[in-house]
Nanobody, 130 residues
Framework: QMRLVESGGGLVLAGGSLRLSCASP????????IGWFRQAPEKAREEARE???????????YYADSLKGRVNISRDNAKNMVYLQMNNVKPEDTAVYHC????????????????????WGQGTQVTVSS
């Protein structure tokens, strides 16, 4: 079983920042490719997932073009955590954010056509008000 637990979401004003956290009681996160994807509430279909960012087990990082410069993915291996720092958030960032294990190289797990997500948690809601 691979459980991932996201936290850190909430209500934030446009232009603000927040940091999402991903933890797992079952796996050592830095031995997997770990990605963040988001799903807007009106888009429940699998095709509506947007890959936000991903970190390969080797530490290489990838970002969706639409979010480059506003997000940063990082790992704390001692705490077995992966973080997604979001800055200058916009109303269109409103979504449920999930962290997931990624079975492909992270280059395929970012952007609107992201693929490769295997196991993910319940997600954390991010709501950005204007």
């Amino acid at each position: 079983q691979m459980r991932l637990v996201e936290s850190g979401g909430g209500l934030v004003l446009a232009g603000g920042s927040l940091r999402l956290s991903c933890a797992s009681p079952d796996i050592t996160l830095n031995t997997y490719n770990i990605g963040w994807f988001r799903q807007a509430p009106e888009k429940a279909r699998e095709e509506a997932r947007e890959g936000v960012s991903c970190v390969n087990s080797d530490g290489s990082t990838y970002y969706a073009d639409s979010l480059k410069g506003r997000v940063n993915i990082s790992r704390d291996n001692a705490k077995n955590m992966v973080y997604l720092q979001m800055n200058n958030v916009k109303p269109e960032d409103t979504a449920v954010y999930h962290c997931a294990t990624v079975v492909l190289n992270c280059v395929y797990a970012v952007g609107p056509n992201a693929i490769g997500f295997a196991s993910w948690g319940q997600g954390t809601q991010v709501t950005v008000s204007s």
